[in-house]
Protein backbone atom coordinates (compact mmCIF):
# COMPACT_ATOMS: atom_id res chain seq x y z
CA UNK A 1 0.00 0.00 0.00
CA UNK A 2 2.80 2.15 1.06
CA UNK A 3 4.44 1.90 -2.43
CA UNK A 4 1.39 2.42 -4.68
CA UNK A 5 1.01 5.83 -2.72
CA UNK A 6 4.73 6.65 -3.44
CA UNK A 7 5.24 5.84 -6.59
CA UNK A 8 1.72 7.92 -7.94
CA UNK A 9 3.56 10.96 -8.32
CA UNK A 10 0.51 13.02 -8.81
CA UNK A 11 -0.84 11.77 -5.38
CA UNK A 12 0.56 14.05 -3.28
CA UNK A 13 0.21 14.31 0.22
CA UNK A 14 -2.19 17.37 1.10
CA UNK A 15 -0.47 20.48 2.44
CA UNK A 16 -0.80 21.78 6.22
CA UNK A 17 -4.22 22.80 6.56
CA UNK A 18 -3.65 27.20 7.61
CA UNK A 19 -5.29 26.65 10.51
CA UNK A 20 -2.55 24.31 11.58
CA UNK A 21 0.41 25.80 10.92
CA UNK A 22 2.62 27.15 13.43
CA UNK A 23 3.87 31.08 14.16
CA UNK A 24 6.88 30.46 12.07
CA UNK A 25 5.09 29.08 9.16
CA UNK A 26 2.66 31.49 9.85
CA UNK A 27 5.00 34.74 9.38
CA UNK A 28 6.45 31.96 6.43
CA UNK A 29 3.18 32.10 4.68
CA UNK A 30 2.47 35.99 5.18
CA UNK A 31 5.89 36.56 3.36
CA UNK A 32 4.85 34.26 0.75
CA UNK A 33 1.13 35.96 -0.02
CA UNK A 34 3.21 39.26 -0.39
CA UNK A 35 6.00 38.18 -2.61
CA UNK A 36 5.14 34.82 -3.87
CA UNK A 37 2.04 34.27 -4.28
CA UNK A 38 1.42 36.98 -7.16
CA UNK A 39 3.45 34.61 -9.64
CA UNK A 40 3.32 31.36 -7.89
CA UNK A 41 0.12 28.88 -6.63
CA UNK A 42 0.29 27.25 -3.69
CA UNK A 43 -2.29 25.15 -3.65
CA UNK A 44 -1.82 23.55 -7.06
CA UNK A 45 0.97 22.39 -8.99
CA UNK A 46 -0.79 24.26 -12.15
CA UNK A 47 1.38 27.61 -13.60
CA UNK A 48 0.49 31.09 -13.31
CA UNK A 49 3.66 32.98 -13.91
CA UNK A 50 6.07 30.37 -12.64
CA UNK A 51 5.71 26.96 -11.34
CA UNK A 52 2.60 25.70 -9.12
CA UNK A 53 4.96 24.88 -5.74
CA UNK A 54 2.12 22.83 -4.26
CA UNK A 55 4.32 19.56 -2.68
CA UNK A 56 7.26 21.09 -3.90
CA UNK A 57 9.35 18.82 -1.03
CA UNK A 58 7.75 16.01 -1.60
CA UNK A 59 8.66 15.33 -5.08
CA UNK A 60 12.46 14.74 -5.85
CA UNK A 61 13.04 17.25 -8.25
CA UNK A 62 12.04 20.73 -8.89
CA UNK A 63 10.44 21.87 -11.92
CA UNK A 64 14.03 22.94 -13.28
CA UNK A 65 14.84 19.36 -12.82
CA UNK A 66 17.74 20.18 -9.58
CA UNK A 67 17.45 18.21 -6.66
CA UNK A 68 14.15 19.23 -4.39
CA UNK A 69 16.04 20.97 -1.15
CA UNK A 70 16.80 23.49 0.60
CA UNK A 71 20.18 24.39 -0.81
CA UNK A 72 18.51 24.96 -3.99
CA UNK A 73 15.22 26.85 -3.45
CA UNK A 74 16.70 29.01 -0.90
CA UNK A 75 19.13 29.46 -4.35
CA UNK A 76 16.21 30.20 -6.74
CA UNK A 77 14.72 32.57 -4.33
CA UNK A 78 17.43 34.51 -3.08
CA UNK A 79 19.43 34.77 -6.88
CA UNK A 80 16.64 34.72 -8.83
CA UNK A 81 16.60 32.28 -12.00
CA UNK A 82 15.41 33.28 -15.38
CA UNK A 83 12.31 35.33 -15.25
CA UNK A 84 12.09 34.94 -11.59
CA UNK A 85 13.19 38.35 -9.80
CA UNK A 86 16.10 37.52 -6.59
CA UNK A 87 14.75 38.47 -3.52
CA UNK A 88 18.35 38.33 -1.42
CA UNK A 89 18.02 42.23 -0.98
CA UNK A 90 13.97 41.92 -0.12
CA UNK A 91 14.48 39.13 2.82
CA UNK A 92 16.52 39.21 5.62
CA UNK A 93 17.92 35.78 6.66
CA UNK A 94 15.16 35.44 9.40
CA UNK A 95 12.14 35.92 6.41
CA UNK A 96 14.24 33.51 4.58
CA UNK A 97 13.69 30.76 7.46
CA UNK A 98 9.91 31.91 7.84
CA UNK A 99 8.87 31.39 4.11
CA UNK A 100 11.48 27.85 4.09
CA UNK A 101 9.14 26.72 6.86
CA UNK A 102 5.84 27.57 5.28
CA UNK A 103 6.70 26.05 1.86
CA UNK A 104 7.56 22.44 3.86
CA UNK A 105 4.39 22.78 4.70
CA UNK A 106 2.67 22.41 0.77
C1 LIG B 1 7.43 37.80 -11.05
C2 LIG B 1 7.04 36.40 -10.86
C3 LIG B 1 7.67 35.60 -9.73
C4 LIG B 1 7.73 35.91 -8.39
C5 LIG B 1 7.24 37.17 -7.67
C6 LIG B 1 8.31 34.74 -7.75
N1 LIG B 1 8.62 33.79 -8.68
FE1 LIG B 1 9.37 31.95 -8.31
N2 LIG B 1 9.49 31.57 -10.29
C7 LIG B 1 9.02 32.41 -11.28
C8 LIG B 1 9.32 31.82 -12.58
C9 LIG B 1 8.97 32.43 -13.93
C10 LIG B 1 9.98 30.61 -12.31
C11 LIG B 1 10.56 29.61 -13.33
C12 LIG B 1 12.05 29.95 -13.47
C13 LIG B 1 12.73 29.07 -14.47
O1 LIG B 1 13.22 27.99 -14.08
O2 LIG B 1 12.77 29.43 -15.65
C14 LIG B 1 10.05 30.48 -10.87
C15 LIG B 1 10.61 29.39 -10.21
C16 LIG B 1 10.53 29.17 -8.85
C17 LIG B 1 10.92 27.97 -8.18
C18 LIG B 1 11.45 26.70 -8.85
C19 LIG B 1 12.94 26.76 -9.01
C20 LIG B 1 13.44 25.56 -9.77
O3 LIG B 1 14.65 25.25 -9.62
O4 LIG B 1 12.69 24.93 -10.52
C21 LIG B 1 10.70 28.14 -6.84
C22 LIG B 1 10.96 27.15 -5.73
C23 LIG B 1 10.17 29.47 -6.70
N3 LIG B 1 10.08 30.08 -7.93
C24 LIG B 1 9.82 30.03 -5.49
C25 LIG B 1 9.42 31.35 -5.33
C26 LIG B 1 9.19 31.97 -4.04
C27 LIG B 1 9.30 31.26 -2.72
C28 LIG B 1 8.85 33.27 -4.28
C29 LIG B 1 8.58 34.37 -3.28
C30 LIG B 1 9.73 34.77 -2.48
C31 LIG B 1 8.84 33.45 -5.73
N4 LIG B 1 9.20 32.26 -6.33
C32 LIG B 1 8.51 34.63 -6.38
C33 LIG B 1 8.38 33.61 -11.11
C34 LIG B 1 8.24 34.28 -9.90
Known amino acids: MAMVVLTGC ?9 S ?8 GYAIYQSQCASC ?5 EQPLHGPGLQGMFKKPYLP ?7 DRVL ?3 VHGRNMMPAFGNVLDERQL ?3 MAYLHTL
Open 97 to 99: QDL
Open 20 to 27: ELTPTEMR
Open 75 to 77: SAI
Open 10 to 18: HHLPPSKPL
Open 40 to 44: HYANT
Open 64 to 70: SGAPAND
